[in-house]
């Protein structure tokens, strides 16, 4: 029994205190309630962002391969072993929301009004609450989450879909199935269309043969107008023109959302092992910000018509260094520069012109805090634009020489201090 007079404490600091968690036979318990606050904040901050008219949906993996009844096997992912994550994404692979996969059989959290789908309908209809209805808004998933329930219940919510489907989940549908369209008399780019009214929504199923049968179930898009692909011919041993269903190239086009946030979260992440599962997924969270903030960057320099972009990892190495070095103003004076100034420009101008000292950060070089003025052994030439005098002082954080005479203040009119 724990002490009276530490109450105060323990409310405040919880350290390894359970009390706020349900019993694991509560039909409210949570098993991500360590992580649900993180998960909520974050899908609250990403959900800012203004949604694009193209959408994916897919699973990713958070790998890891430590002991926790959460862990799923997934074999047709380079990673096999991790938490499973599903996330809603724009094409150009920013998630605008994402939730943990913590096991199904939960009915509570199907809202009012919503049909119960499955647990891979229901996923669905989860990630697409942000998206604004009737506005023309299409979403693409795999066969793993189609099907006609799905998609008419989206169409009447006033959002388009578009998937890959199982045969088994279209009932009575009159498309060939696999060992028709495989014989040898149907040639490769054979495609049959056909065209329901399920719930007064108009919903096209299309079969197409490549290398193997791939159907498609949409309700925005059909099989015309047909266009035409390239595959390698083994008998004719050349590359030849097949025909190809519109809807397969509209599917093609925008359905790589998730996996080319993938593929940026394979090139640089964090690499630190830890036995907790929390902090797995917590590191797999930060990865996600720092990617989606990249895209941000990226998306809002093009519209600006800059040029000079930052590669993923070195925005990530900028990023790393402006958290630990930005501090709060010291004296509580307006930060950033004087309107009109240029001198980060011709710092940056300086650097590209040849061997030079490494500058440091806009943001770093602007937060006021520890910019001392240290000896020098030896004189130095100031590192200020249009300065040419001589110095034997160096800001100590930004390790810049720099002059502080009362003609030049090179010294402060860097630090934006005046």
């Known amino acids: 029994m724990p002490s009276k007079k530490f109450e105060k404490i323990r409310s405040t600091l919880h350290f390894a205190d359970n009390t706020l968690c349900l019993p694991k036979d509560h039909p409210d318990y949570d098993r991500l309630f360590k992580i649900r606050p993180l998960e909520e904040m974050l899908n609250c901050q990403f959900g800012k962002v203004p949604l694009d008219q193209r959408l994916s949906i897919d699973e990713q993996m958070c790998a890891t391969k430590m002991s926790h009844y959460i862990k799923q096997?997934?074999?047709?992912?380079?990673?096999?072993?991790?938490?499973?994550?599903?996330?809603?994404?724009?094409?150009?692979?920013?998630?605008?929301?994402?939730?943990?996969?913590?096991?199904?059989?939960?009915?509570?959290?199907?809202?009012?009004?919503?049909?119960?789908?499955?647990?891979?309908?229901?996923?669905?209809?989860?990630?697409?609450?942000?998206?604004?209805?009737?506005?023309?808004?299409?979403?693409?998933?795999?066969?793993?989450?189609?099907?006609?329930?799905?998609?008419?219940?989206?169409?009447?919510?006033?959002?388009?879909?578009?998937?890959?489907?199982?045969?088994?989940?279209?009932?009575?549908?009159?498309?060939?199935?696999?060992?028709?369209?495989?014989?040898?008399?149907?040639?490769?780019?054979?495609?049959?269309?056909?065209?329901a009214t399920v719930d007064d929504i108009d919903v096209s199923a299309v079969v197409w043969k490549d290398n193997k049968p791939v159907n498609l179930l949409s309700t925005y898009v059909g099989a015309e107008p047909a266009t035409t692909v390239t595959r390698f011919d083994k008998s004719k041993k050349e590359r030849v023109d097949i025909p190809c269903p519109k809807v397969i190239k509209e599917y093609n086009a925008h359905m790589g959302g998730v996996d080319l946030l993938d593929s940026f979260i394979g090139r640089y992440h964090i690499t630190i092992k830890s036995r907790k599962w929390t902090m797995r997924l917590f590191y797999h969270f930060l990865d996600l910000a720092v990617i989606n903030s990249w895209v941000m960057f990226k998306k809002v320099n093009n519209i600006k018509g800059n040029d000079q972009l930052l590669n993923l990892g070195t925005f990530r190495l900028e990023l790393a260094e402006t958290l630990c070095k930005l501090g709060l103003p010291a004296n509580g004076a307006k930060r950033g520069r004087p309107s009109g100034s240029t001198i980060q420009r011709e710092l940056v101008m300086k650097k590209f012109r040849g061997p030079a000292q490494a500058i440091p950060l806009k943001d770093v070089r602007l937060d006021q805090t520890c910019h001392w003025a240290v000896w020098l052994d030896k004189q130095q030439r100031c590192k200020f634009p249009k300065c040419s005098g001589f110095t034997f002082k160096m800001c100590q954080k930004c390790r810049v020489s720099l002059c502080d005479t009362k003609k030049s203040n090179?010294?402060?009119?860097?630090?934006?201090?005046e």
Not at 181 to 191: A, E, L, Q, S, T
Not at 410 to 417: E, P
Request: aromatic share 14%; hydrophobic share 30%.
């Open 73 to 195: 096997y997934m074999p047709n992912k380079p990673h096999k072993w991790g938490f499973k994550l599903y996330l809603i994404c724009s094409l150009q692979g920013y998630a605008h929301r994402f939730e943990v996969y913590s096991g199904g059989g939960s009915k509570n959290n199907i809202l009012p009004g919503e049909p119960d789908l499955g647990e891979s309908g229901n996923t669905v209809v989860r990630l697409t609450r942000m998206v604004p209805r009737n506005v023309n808004h299409i979403i693409y998933f795999d066969n793993f989450y189609t099907s006609v329930p799905l998609v008419t219940y989206l169409a009447k919510e006033g959002i388009f879909s578009l998937g890959t489907v199982r045969v088994n989940r279209l009932r009575n549908c009159k498309l060939p199935d696999k060992n028709t369209i495989m014989k040898k008399n149907v040639p490769r780019g054979f495609y049959e269309e056909n065209v």
């Open 410 to 417: 090179c010294f402060y009119k860097y630090h934006n201090l």
